[in-house]
Nanobody, 127 residues
Framework: QVRLVESGGGLVQAGASLRLSCQVS????????MGWFRRAPGKGRVFVSA????????HYADSVLGRFTISRDNDKRTVYLQMDSLKPEDTAVYYC????????????????????WGQGTQVTVSS
C-alpha cells in the first residue's frame, strides 16, 4: 500500500519559516519525482515545487521562487519543503505527490501527472 504522509504544518506569523516533510512508503522512491501542491481557501490546487527523482534538479512556481526550497532524502524516503519569508497568501493546505517517472527527468506542474497524493497539511500565515 502506497502512503504519503505530510507533517510540519502550523500557524505562524508573516515572515516566519516552516519545514514540511512528506514520508513515503510502498513504492520505489527513486523511481518517482516528487512535487508539492497547495490549495488555498476557495481556490483550486496549484503547483508549488517539484524535485527530480535523484534530487539533482528542482522547479518552482514563480510565487515561491527564492523563498521555498524543495529537497529529498532518498535513504529516508522523505521529501521536504523549506518555506521561508512566509506571507499570508501562502496560507493553504499543502499536499505532496509522487510522479512515476522511472528513468526520465520529468518535473511536472500538472497535478494530473502525479500518481499518488498525501492527505495534506494545513499552513496558516497570519499578518
Amino acid at each position: 500500500q502506497v502512503r504519503l504522509v505530510e507533517s510540519g504544518g502550523g500557524l505562524v506569523q508573516a515572515g516566519a519559516s516552516l519545514r514540511l516533510s512528506c514520508q513515503v512508503s510502498g513504492l520505489i522512491f527513486q523511481h518517482y519525482a516528487m512535487g508539492w501542491f497547495r490549495r488555498a481557501p476557495g481556490k483550486g490546487r496549484v503547483f508549488v515545487s517539484a524535485i527530480h527523482r535523484s534530487g539533482g534538479s528542482t522547479h518552482y512556481a514563480d510565487s515561491v521562487l527564492g523563498r521555498f526550497t524543495i529537497s529529498r532524502d532518498n535513504d529516508k524516503r522523505t521529501v521536504y519543503l523549506q518555506m521561508d519569508s512566509l506571507k499570508p497568501e501562502d496560507t493553504a493546505v499543502y499536499y505532496c505527490a509522487a510522479d512515476r517517472v522511472i528513468l526520465t527527468g520529468r518535473l511536472s506542474e500538472a497535478d494530473s501527472t502525479y500518481d499518488y497524493w498525501g492527505q495534506g497539511t494545513q499552513v496558516t500565515v497570519s499578518s
